[in-house]
């Protein structure tokens, strides 16, 4: 009998790596995607994603108003369809999430990575944080919601990130990517670089310094073509605005830059942003050396504890020894 697993995603990149977990972990079981989503064009990112692996079933909910109050009924319709759940996957600890492992019951629980949140959920973890923050109330018992937190002593993680320093007592599995590895024939070597867009303002930055940023840094780079590769979430046509004003090329992909690159059919000569984890794994999936990190004007964040956050990035970036680089 084949063995069952669940994965639910939030994301187009932890849908991603869920494919990668569930190649290496159910290649031939029997392997079913619920995918949350707020937004439409998470939905049609996923769809573009999804292929990837022969899916048994597969399921979308989205997080309108009624679905985020009554999600536990709404998710148990899906989830007491499978029994003897052999693996969850999943990349976020939220209440939702927390409700449908509980209900999936699954041997195994591992985490796979959302670029930073991998660190977050690690430190949390290691602090005992979840516990304070969800906890049962009179609410949450009348609409069958459960948080039982216990699956967090045997999680597992695969990831890409080196966890060693928060001495967890989980069991940690590398993410080498090697089956979507395999899967990438030899790509030539493009003369452009890639600045990959990061969804940054009016919550970190406002829009007078992004555009400062984007000025200096085609001047700062001016021996080379510049493309724009934007965030899902920014807004095209204020860049396509920008594009022309300040000339550099603006390309929107259909699908996550780790398969775009090779959609695109030759990779990067290098890859630049103010921020974004993707530099890590584009760089080790396409072996790209030319790395660059646009560094903030620190006092022109918006709100005090950016500050402290930016700072530990920058700490994490230079450990990693992944050039910052400051254009104005």
Known sequence: MNKVSISLVRTPFQLFNCIEATRKFNENGFNVLICIYKNEIDKKLFKEIMYEVNWKEIYFFKLNLLNKIFYAIKLNKILKKFKEVEYCFFGLITSYNIHAINQINAKTNILIDDGNETFLIANNIKNNNFQKKFKINLLNKILKKQFNLEFLKNLKFFTFFDLNSYLLNNIITKNDYSNFKKSISTLSNGKEIFFIGTNLINTYIDRKYFEE????????????KIIYIPHRYEDISYLEKLSLEY?????????ILELAIFKYGKKPLGLITIRSTALETLSYLYDIEFLNVIELDKMKLLKDYQVIEYENLYVNYKNKKIPLIKVN
Do not use: Q, V
């Open 213 to 224: 940023i984007i000025k200096n840094t085609i001047e700062y780079f001016k021996g080379y």
């Open 247 to 255: 000339s550099f090329e603006l390309k929107k992909f259909s699908t």
